[in-house]
């Protein structure tokens, strides 16, 4: 990571014997803030620990000084150093005067989004939350510049407190060739957004501190018109969010619905519950826990029903070490919360359906077990299976043969898990700088004309994958390196579909009866049909969909007899 921080220029703002305390510090780069308050001794905050950096108090002329050296202060009582991402606070007492000052160090960190560039490349809007100061201006700083500078994107930032950009009429570089909009006064944020929909034809829009009601109306309208959003909101994880009124909208507003007798009794809760309400604005939710640990919400929509049903949400956890490796850790917990039946406060679980092995393989249950501790597992819907291996010709380990590989908008995790499968020389980077060659679908190098762009300033070649599939994928990385073996090449458009296998055919069976019950017939209270299977899978169907207290039937004449599931 590049740190830019311009320090020497907020230490001559300083008084003259503070700022060369500072100078002389040991821990002058890891510095936060300085906090100046009128007769106290003056303060230096560093992220572990806090000390004084005087004896003497500070006096109305040191804060008179530093507030001449800084630029205006604004209707938010923060100002600026021209042509830095330093921060001025000021603390005022009941006549208007400042009595105390709070410096805060602003850094531009080219790197810091490693954890979740991928996200930011999908195009989704992102909402980032977290406590003051674990990172998230200068998060927000390092997408606007990678989405102008790296992926070629029309970048507006509304700059409210001129944090993200600089003080003065001309940005900081750090933001690359994202443009910048001045806010005149703080409550008129929501009109700047709206205006740079209208007049300035982003494809993204970068907003700090979402914080009003207005705030986030303007966002969801800005959303509705296909602009990517970038921004933070007040709250330190998705449930405060869902808890606050006013910012609720952002992940789709919540709404009081009435249940009838019988819904609320196969819920087992109260006939009166919480629900969403709308899209949410924002796709993708990142909870800046640390500043090396990150949890996504890949889905802000499942994430937000599964809160108000109570039950527990999936999480990813993404961290990354000193040497800059991201380790991603997925939590998928299946097994709704304990929730109130309604009499003497009593909790009551719904039992878990296990499912029996069948052929050579296994199915997983549906839904499976809550992980107590966290798993590092694949992102795909599924493991890779034993008759997949199988299909694929093992490719020959060559050490003198190694390929840096960046996956564009796929599952990276599937990547990794074919490429351990098979024993490939290839290594999975986080960054198309640090890449050899790039790997995406067809279908985004029709869909994503800037990835094209993108490969030719690198000078690298792009590898594109028919399917995401493990076959295609794997047939794609041994042509890379030279090593497939074609006598033993299959043919992957009949190898796939030509496996007919009850363990494949029961997986698909299974979840398509899940998505069903789990997505229409219980929020919707509508039937469905399922696709066509065969009476053993059928079977199946029918015990599964029994676990969830609701009725099926079969119907149609073979081989189009299908299952009909029925609403509670």
């Known amino acids: 990571m590049h740190t830019t921080n311009e320090l020497q220029l907020l230490l001559e703002m300083l008084p003259q014997e503070i700022g060369q305390s500072l100078y002389h510090h040991p821990q002058r780069d890891a510095l936060v803030e300085v906090v100046l308050d009128l007769g106290r001794r003056p303060e230096a905050r560093f992220p572990s620990q806090a000390e004084y950096l005087s004896e003497q108090v500070v006096t109305q002329g040191q804060l008179q000084d530093c507030t001449?050296?800084?630029?205006?202060?604004?209707?938010?009582?923060?100002?600026?150093?021209?042509?830095?991402?330093?921060?001025?606070?000021?603390?005022?007492?009941?006549?208007?005067?400042?009595?105390?000052?709070?410096?805060?160090?602003?850094?531009?960190?080219?790197g810091t989004i490693a954890m979740i560039r991928d996200l930011v490349e999908t195009g989704q809007s992102i909402l980032m939350l977290g406590r003051p100061g674990v990172g998230k201006t200068t998060a927000l700083r390092e997408i606007a510049r990678v989405l102008a500078d790296d992926l070629n994107k029309r970048v507006v930032i509304i700059d409210t407190s001129n944090e993200i950009a600089g003080d003065g009429d001309i940005p900081h570089p750090a933001i690359g060739r994202a443009r910048r909009m001045q806010v005149a006064r703080p409550e008129l944020q929501h009109q700047v957004m709206i205006e740079a929909v209208e007049n300035h034809m982003p494809e993204v829009i970068v907003i700090d501190e979402i914080g009003t009601e207005l705030e986030a109306l303007a966002a969801r309208t800005i959303a509705e018109r296909g602009v990517q959003l970038v921004g933070t909101a007040h709250g330190n994880q998705l449930e405060n969010l869902i808890k606050n009124p006013t910012l609720s909208d952002l992940v789709g507003g919540i709404q009081s619905v009435t249940l009838g007798d019988d819904e609320a009794r196969r819920r087992g809760s109260q006939k009166s519950v919480l629900e969403r309400k709308a899209?949410?604005?924002?796709?993708i939710a990142v909870e800046m826990q640390e500043r090396q640990k990150w949890v996504v919400h890949e889905s802000v929509t499942d994430t937000v029903d599964r809160l108000l049903r109570g039950n527990q949400p999936a999480r990813q956890i993404r961290t990354v070490n000193e040497q800059g490796q991201i380790t991603i850790t997925q939590e998928i917990p299946q097994v709704p919360l304990g929730r109130r039946t309604g009499r003497g406060g009593q909790y009551s679980t719904p039992s878990t359906p296990t499912l029996k092995r069948h052929a050579a393989g296994h199915v997983l249950p549906f839904p499976q077990r809550v992980e107590t501790e966290p798993v590092v597992i694949p992102q795909p819907e599924r493991l890779l299976s034993d008759w997949e291996i199988d299909a694929i010709p093992p490719a020959q380990n060559n050490s003198e043969t190694s390929l840096s590989l960046y996956p564009y908008q796929m599952s990276r995790s599937l990547v990794e898990q074919v490429i351990e499968q098979l024993?490939?020389?290839?290594?999975?980077?986080?960054?198309?700088?640090?890449?050899?060659?790039?790997?995406?679908?067809?279908?985004?190098?029709?869909?994503?004309?800037?990835?094209r762009r993108m490969a030719e300033g690198y000078g690298l070649p792009i590898y594109a994958v028919k399917a995401n599939t493990v076959a295609h994928i794997a047939s794609t990385l041994q042509q890379a390196l030279g090593q497939e073996d074609k006598s033993v090449k299959p043919d992957l458009e009949s190898s796939e579909s030509a496996y007919s296998g009850d363990e494949d055919d029961e997986w698909d069976a299974l979840e398509e009866a899940r998505l069903a019950v789990e997505q229409v017939v219980i929020p919707k209270g509508q039937p469905v049909e399922l696709l066509p299977r065969s009476a053993h899978v059928r079977k199946l169907q029918h015990e599964f969909i029994e676990h969830y207290r609701l009725k099926s039937s079969s119907f149609g004449v073979e081989p189009n007899r299908r299952l009909r599931i029925y609403p509670a």
């Open 279 to 283: 899209p949410p604005t924002f796709e």
């Open 423 to 451: 024993k490939l020389p290839v290594r999975v980077v986080g960054g198309v700088e640090r890449a050899d060659a790039i790997l995406t679908l067809k279908a985004n190098l029709r869909k994503h004309a800037n990835l």
């Open 68 to 110: 001449d050296r800084v630029g205006h202060f604004g209707a938010d009582n923060r100002a600026g150093i021209e042509q830095t991402l330093h921060r001025i606070s000021a603390i005022r007492n009941r006549q208007g005067e400042i009595i105390g000052l709070t410096c805060r160090v602003g850094r531009a960190i080219e």
